[in-house]
């Protein structure tokens, strides 16, 4: 009777620690690191852990959500769009613009499509001409802002009735709205299209090992232009939520989006060498920066802490990031030299059964 | 042969060799722009009078002397930062409350660029140590900025006129504003020690090919300490430069509503690119950077001048930087590995 | 497949001059020659990646033109090179059906993994579960998945390019067996390979290549290793090596420079000694991944050791460089194999490549003294025949065999006293070979001492006065003088039998 639960005692733990080693230690990392910093405001301000305040977070996830989500795939892919904060701008500055005239629906498929073309065509220019993603985004950064300050004519766009965009921020099921819903049924999505499809595999493989991949037979233009494509068609989203959610749209504004999308990528488990990451990490990523920043409103801090502990917490993961690939660089090698010491040892027992 | 006669030919004979096949498309797509703008330039009015030429020169020369420390970054294959504002912001910040609480010029200016040094510093080891210089200094912009807001309560901080700085804010000497003589001080003294010190020859070797530095005794860890600290110290002596027109400063002077052009970041780096030095390192001098600065302060003036907007300005910019970065990926794409 | 006359020339050079081929079904062919002797050429030529031939190429007795890898994959030719094309950071099954359009658009991974099982059979990694990652496989089971991959596409014919070279003893007979069950599967199989052992055990005929021409294919059975190493070198070639001197090798004469003590780098099974002497050129032989290169590399500080140090028997000062700035401090050069990886600076004039591992020696308070370089560079260059009037022009419009004097040349420049050089002429051709060689044993008989490690057998039986042969990282047997050719290199360095370890009785 013992040895029997005993047995299968050690047979659930030999289990549970097969099932520990092969989790990702980073992703691992991020969930932790979520918990902590949602528990630290929990705890430190009632207000936090409120309905509202869960709402709150699920409206800021909408938008980084988004945000974050495109840049965790340029990164994988081995890139990254510097412009996404300046599309998401010209694209709220359109919607707001055209929901006068068109209605809501219309005025976010023509925003929606510019910036997706927009996305397109940078990835067409990054794969065709081999620009790097870094040198490119850099110039159409300020071109698009260029745009978006001509389409604004230089004003800060509004609406003229705020009530046609209530839906965006309706309450459905406590916690969420059209908008945040819509997002994560996007997540859901972009996560299959990226493990069950060839076209996600490739994303992957040209990120972390780009000339292997094209050796192998990868067309570079394929993973690169769907890349670029999601990332203009998100940065869009993101920005006609924005704008609609608030009314207005500055040309200006949402360059704060790049610095915390790229922590929330970051505490994801993105890799800058690129090949690693996912859709989940990319969620927790975000969850975790919002409830960074909606605690720091709670608690009543000005905005440029708020950058202040973006960029400490940027640098935290990359410290930790850096220090796993000098961990496993070790790890490896400790490896090497326990391989060569069976070799050697395979060697000697051999010539001492041939002596014999 | 007259001496006039003799070099042109001579430049015309080197100009000639210049033009392989490779370049023949990059080249004549500059001889179209250079010849479109001659042509605006020659129908603006008052564009080509001196003062417009002084005042094109002075505009560019604190994006200028930005852009010829991040020539250093740059040419020693750290790519850029994307901190130059904030730090920029934080040493104007630092100088003001020198300033304000009457310590004088020297003073005030030795703790702005300790602070730009030390964040560069920082930055430099960071980079140096194997982080990419994109993330390390996307995340320190954050913290620089943020504590810049935060120590001066995000409040604009004045120090009355006249004062210790006049004379790099306002001054002249001999009809040209000190800022500008500034300006072309740094780029010769910046052109010097990138040709004929050693420090310089290291920076273009670990550019052009960091295993190879390596593999000779040239490590990156130093290059990137040393070529971000210059970076910094130059948007620090910029930002010192501003402050002294101002007569004040706010943390956000260098943010997003800067020079009417837009980021000031992104100006600094356009300087950097838009007239050919290589983003890979290795290759490119600190000539092309202040050119490429009085080029896009050139750009912006004559826009001004024929009564462009703000958004016209900062697309023409914009459009300027992604066909550099085009042209020169183009013409080069043989000379270059893949990914 | 069969080819009949190829020629390809590039520009002034001609890299293949007439080369037939034949293969059939079910037919195991290898391909054997020296660097340079064209090899890679015609295994492009045959993938796909290279139609700017001439001469005749049929596939089942039709003309192909093969315009591009994939036209090459539909006619049934796969190609495995040298370098995996593995993506480390996905699995096994998506790895086999990444690229081309043989795997599904969608699937989920258990999917793959089924539709990857009998591949990964076929090739011996029955144990090997589909849905592991490939930076867990060990190297050898990765160029199984690279093989299995190439399966994959259906193939008739499978060309393998040194499949074995950066493996073990018992990863090297799984990929012998899986090459023997692909010829019992009806496929044909070129087997490219510098290790001849493995060429006597699988292969039913020799095609062997020289100097950009096929000898007409051998039946296996009736070669031995002298006849074949005689066939791949042919014998005018040894004009190219400068005159030795091996009665300089009477042990009285000569004096001990530098002495490695101990020194165990990092794959290597035992710790190396080896004594270095002034005025000689000695040599390491061994395939790649047999200590020889890794050696020379722990000596410069530019690869991790377990321990060992170096001694200066003139100054009795004992030290190991722990990078390259040490080396250079303590007057040890060292040429990587890799040039344009990290023997030259592209990018640069050819005179700041010169100057560049000295550059405190060339100027002074921090600023460089163009009176001091110029003369340095100028003497350096003049030494290894390089063109003056071309000093100033980038580094890269040099050909190979000039880029390889530059990145060897620099080392000039720091007067250094030991010189190791790993691949002294890879990719340089034969006239700036002599050259190099020339040069080295100038150098050698100035009194420095110099260590040479090379693959190339030519290179290594001819240049040096010493060699010590290296096999699976250890020291197998040094050859002296009279014993140096290409027969006994090759057979130390290919058959087990010779090992001297240390607790071997």
């Known amino acids: 009777m013992c040895a029997v639960t005993q047995g299968q005692r050690g047979k659930t733990m030999n289990l549970i620690k097969q099932k520990l080693t092969e989790l990702d230690p980073d992703l691992l990392f991020a969930v932790i690191l979520s918990l902590c910093v949602f528990s630290f405001f929990a705890f430190s301000n009632p207000l936090f852990f409120t309905l509202n305040a869960g709402f709150s977070i699920m409206e800021r996830f909408a938008v980084l959500g988004l945000v974050g989500l495109a840049l965790t795939l340029c990164i994988i892919a081995g890139e990254i769009d510097l412009s996404i904060g300046s599309n998401a701008a010209l694209s709220a500055v359109i919607v707001v613009r055209l929901t006068d005239s068109m209605g809501a629906f219309p005025a976010i498929g023509i925003g929606v499509l510019c910036a997706t073309l927009i996305g397109l065509a940078q990835g067409y220019l990054i794969a065709y001409l081999k620009v790097r993603a870094i040198v490119l985004t850099v110039g159409t950064l300020m071109l698009l802002r260029g745009v978006a300050l001509f389409a604004a004519d230089e004003k800060t766009v509004m609406l003229t009735d705020f009530r046609m965009t209530d839906f965006i921020q309706e309450k459905i099921w406590i916690f969420f709205s059209p908008a945040s819903l819509l997002v994560i049924l996007l997540f859901i999505i972009v996560g299959v299209f990226i493990k069950y499809t060839k076209y996600g595999r490739e994303i992957y493989a040209i990120g972390g090992a780009r000339k292997e991949a094209i050796a192998s037979g990868v067309n570079l233009k394929r ?134 | 042969m007259s001496a006039l006669e003799y070099s042109a030919s001579m430049s015309a004979g080197w100009l000639a060799k210049k033009i392989t096949k490779e370049n023949r498309v990059g080249f004549a797509i500059l001889v179209v722009i250079s010849i479109a703008f001659i042509y605006f330039a020659i129908a603006t009015p008052n564009y080509l009078s001196v003062f417009n030429v002084k005042t094109i020169i002075r505009d560019a020369a604190i994006v200028g002397i930005m852009g010829i420390g991040l020539t250093f970054v740059t040419l020693s294959g750290n790519f850029f930062l994307l901190s130059m504002k904030e730090t920029a912001a934080l040493s104007i910040i630092v100088f003001a409350m020198g300033m304000s609480n009457d310590y004088g010029f020297i003073f005030s200016m030795l703790g702005a660029m300790s602070i730009a040094v030390l964040a560069g510093a920082f930055q430099g080891i960071l980079i140096g140590l194997g982080g990419n210089p994109i993330i390390v200094t996307l995340g320190a912009a954050g913290i620089l900025y943020g504590v810049a807001s935060w120590w001066s309560d995000n409040l604009v901080i004045f120090f009355k006129r006249p004062h210790d700085a006049e004379w790099l804010g306002t001054g002249m000497v001999l009809g040209v504003p000190t800022i500008t003589i500034s300006f072309v001080i740094f780029a010769i003294i910046a052109e010097l020690v990138l040709r004929k010190t050693r420090f310089g020859r290291q920076v273009y070797l670990v550019g052009a090919n960091r295993a190879a530095g390596k593999a000779t005794g040239h490590e990156n860890l130093p290059m990137a300490i040393k070529t971000c600290i210059i970076a910094s110290a130059c948007c620090a002596f910029a930002a010192i430069a501003f402050s002294a027109q101002m007569s004040s400063a706010q943390a956000n002077y260098f943010s997003s509503e800067f020079g009417s052009s837009g980021d000031l970041t992104i100006l600094v780096i356009a300087t950097v690119m838009v007239a050919g030095n290589s983003i890979m390192g290795g290759y490119g001098s600190v000539l092309r950077t202040s050119l490429g600065a009085v080029f896009i302060s050139a750009t912006d003036n004559l826009m001004v001048l024929q009564g462009f907007n703000s958004g016209a300005r900062v697309l023409s910019v914009g459009l300027m930087i992604v066909l550099s970065i085009l042209i020169f990926a183009y013409v080069r794409r043989d000379s270059r590995s893949e990914g | 497949m069969q080819l009949s006359n190829i020629r390809r020339s590039f520009g002034s050079i001609h890299a293949l001059k007439g080369v037939d081929l034949n293969i059939n079904h079910g037919e195991i062919i290898g391909l054997v020659g020296e660097n340079g002797a064209g090899k890679s050429t015609l295994m492009k030529i045959m993938s796909g990646f290279d139609d700017g031939f001439e001469g005749e190429f049929l596939v089942d007795n039709v003309p192909v033109k093969l315009g591009t890898p994939q036209k090459a994959q539909e006619q049934g030719i796969a190609i495995a090179q040298q370098e995996l094309s593995l993506i480390p ?56 998945v690279e093989v299995a991959r190439l399966i994959a596409h259906k193939p008739n014919l499978l060309i393998l390019d040194e499949p074995t070279a950066a493996l073990g003893e018992s990863d090297s007979n799984r990929i012998l067996e899986m090459v023997k069950r692909l010829k019992a599967a009806g496929k044909s199989v070129i087997y490219v390979s510098h290790r001849l052992d493995e060429i006597f055990k699988i292969t039913d005929r020799c095609i062997i290549l020289r100097d950009g021409l096929s000898q007409d294919s051998v039946d296996t059975k009736e070669l031995d290793t002298n006849k074949l190493v005689s066939m791949m070198l042919g014998r005018e070639l040894h004009s190219m090596f400068p005159p030795r001197d091996f009665s300089k090798n009477n042990t009285k004469n000569k004096t001990i420079r530098f002495e490695v003590n101990s020194l165990w780098p990092d794959r290597t099974l035992v710790p190396i000694n080896m004594k270095i002497y002034a005025g000689e050129i000695l040599g390491l032989a061994g395939q790649l991944g047999s200590g020889s290169g890794e050696v020379l590399a722990a000596m410069a500080g530019m690869h991790d050791t377990q321990g060992g140090s170096i001694t200066d028997c003139y100054t009795q000062e004992n030290y190991l460089p722990k990078n390259a700035k040490q080396a250079i401090s303590k007057g040890i050069a060292y040429g990587s194999p890799d040039r344009k990886y990290d023997g030259l600076f592209l990018g640069r004039s050819i005179s700041e490549n010169l100057s560049s591992p000295n550059l405190k020696g060339i100027s002074s ?67 700036a070979r002599a050259e190099i060689y020339n040069k080295v044993r100038e150098i050698a008989d100035s009194g420095k001492a110099v260590v040479i490690a090379s693959t190339d057998l030519l290179e290594i039986s001819n240049l040096p006065d010493r060699v010590i042969c290296f096999y699976k990282g250890c020291y197998v047997s040094e050859l002296v003088g009279e014993e140096i050719n290409s027969t006994n290199i090759l057979q130390a360095i290919t058959n087990p039998e010779n090992i001297l370890l240390e607790d071997a009785s």
């Open chain 1, 223 to 356: 993973p690169m232009m769907i890349v670029f494509a999601l990332s203009g068609f998100c940065a869009g989203m993101g920005g006609a939520i924005i704008g609609l959610r608030s009314g207005t749209a500055q040309p200006l504004a949402l360059q704060y989006l790049l610095l915390a999308a790229t922590v929330a990528a970051f505490i994801g488990g993105v890799n800058i060498l690129g090949g690693k990451g996912s859709v989940i990490g990319a969620a927790v990523g975000v969850l975790t920066v919002n409830f960074l920043n909606t605690g720091l409103v709670y608690n009543v801090t000005p905005s440029y802490v708020v950058q202040i502990y973006l960029g400490v917490l940027l640098l935290i993961v990359i410290v930790f990031q850096t220090l796993s690939i000098l961990y496993d660089k070790g790890k490896q090698r400790r490896l090497l030299l326990h391989d060569t010491a069976l070799t050697k040892q395979k060697m000697i027992d051999a010539y001492k059964s041939v002596l014999k």
């Open chain 3, 89 to 144: 950071a996905l699995t096994v099954a998506e790895n086999i059906f990444i690229g081309g359009d043989h795997g599904p658009t969608v699937a989920s991974l258990g999917q793959l993994s089924k539709m990857a099982r009998p591949f990964l059979d076929e090739v011996g990694l029955e144990n090997v579960s589909a849905k592991t990652l490939v930076n867990r496989l060990s190297i050898g089971e990765r160029q199984l």
């Open chain 3, 365 to 431: 308070k921090g600023i460089i003294q163009p009176q001091k370089e110029r003369p340095l560079v100028e003497d350096i260059a003049k030494s290894f025949t390089i063109d003056l009037t071309r000093l100033a022009q980038e580094a890269s419009v040099l050909s190979g065999g000039n880029q390889q004097k530059v990145a060897l040349g620099k080392w000039l420049s720091i007067s250094p006293e030991l010189i190791l050089i790993d691949e002294p002429t890879r990719g340089v051709d034969v006239g």
